[in-house]
């Protein structure tokens, strides 16, 4: 089982980033998927996850509103739609494997892809 | 929200010590605890679910025990490929929430 991250990159303060995750080597549509992130010199923080069907998502305080998650299960493929940007979203976000529910362990992590948001 | 307490933030121990990382939550949350481990420039790797249960092709140096609120990590003897940030995570209930993390280092 593979997740690779894509889409990171400099951003300004408001801007939109459309991270991509693609994945191999499991039935990506059985599973619960979702993104964490870690911000430069702090610890993990959840962001989003996305049932299985793609018919229920939950997000963090930090992000609800901004931030959208969605899947494409016939592709293989997570995606979290970021717009109006802030400093404090700059981080390694990680795209993650979760069980058959939301409420799962995360077997399988990405390597990550870097968001900086910044003038 | 369910707060998760993680401690020490960091410590050194030396190769073959027992190692002990705590992790308090600020509710009940059954057994529904995972451990991970973090190293730099790689993806976080779950070591411990369900509070004790031991991730496959995991060492078994590895341990974990506790429920409701209380809950320990233990590496029985460090070795240096251990060196990393450990963090707890609860999945009792949205949102998720992970501790502060641990991180490890040889003396």
């Known amino acids: 089982a593979h997740l690779l991250e894509s889409g990171g990159g400099l951003v300004q303060p408001g801007g939109s980033l459309r991270l991509s995750c693609a994945a191999s080597?499991?039935?990506?549509?059985?599973?619960?998927m979702s993104w964490v992130r870690q911000a430069p010199g702090k610890g993990l923080e959840w962001v989003s996850i996305i049932t299985s069907s793609g018919a229920s998502s939950d997000y963090a305080d930090s992000v609800k509103g901004r931030f959208t998650i969605s899947r494409d299960n016939a592709k293989n493929t997570l995606s979290l739609q970021m717009n109006t940007l802030r400093a404090e979203d700059t981080a390694l976000y990680y795209c993650a494997k979760a069980g058959a529910t939301i409420l799962s362990p995360f077997d399988i992590w990405g390597q990550g892809t870097v968001v900086t948001v910044s003038s | 929200d369910i707060q998760m307490t993680q401690s020490p933030s960091s410590l050194s121990a030396s190769v073959g010590d027992r190692v002990t990382i705590t992790c308090q939550a600020s509710?009940?949350?059954?057994?529904?605890l995972n451990w991970y481990q973090h190293k730099p420039g790689k993806a976080p790797k779950l070591l411990i679910y369900d509070a004790s249960n031991l991730e496959t092709g995991v060492p078994s140096r590895f341990s974990g025990s506790g429920s409701g609120t209380d809950f320990t990590f233990t590496i029985s003897s460090l070795q240096p490929e251990d060196i990393a940030t450990y963090y707890c995570q609860q999945y009792d209930n949205l949102p998720l929430t992970f501790g502060g993390g641990t991180k490890v280092e040889i003396k």
């Open positions: 080597g499991f039935t990506f549509g059985d599973y619960a």
């Open positions: 509710q009940d949350i059954s057994k529904y």
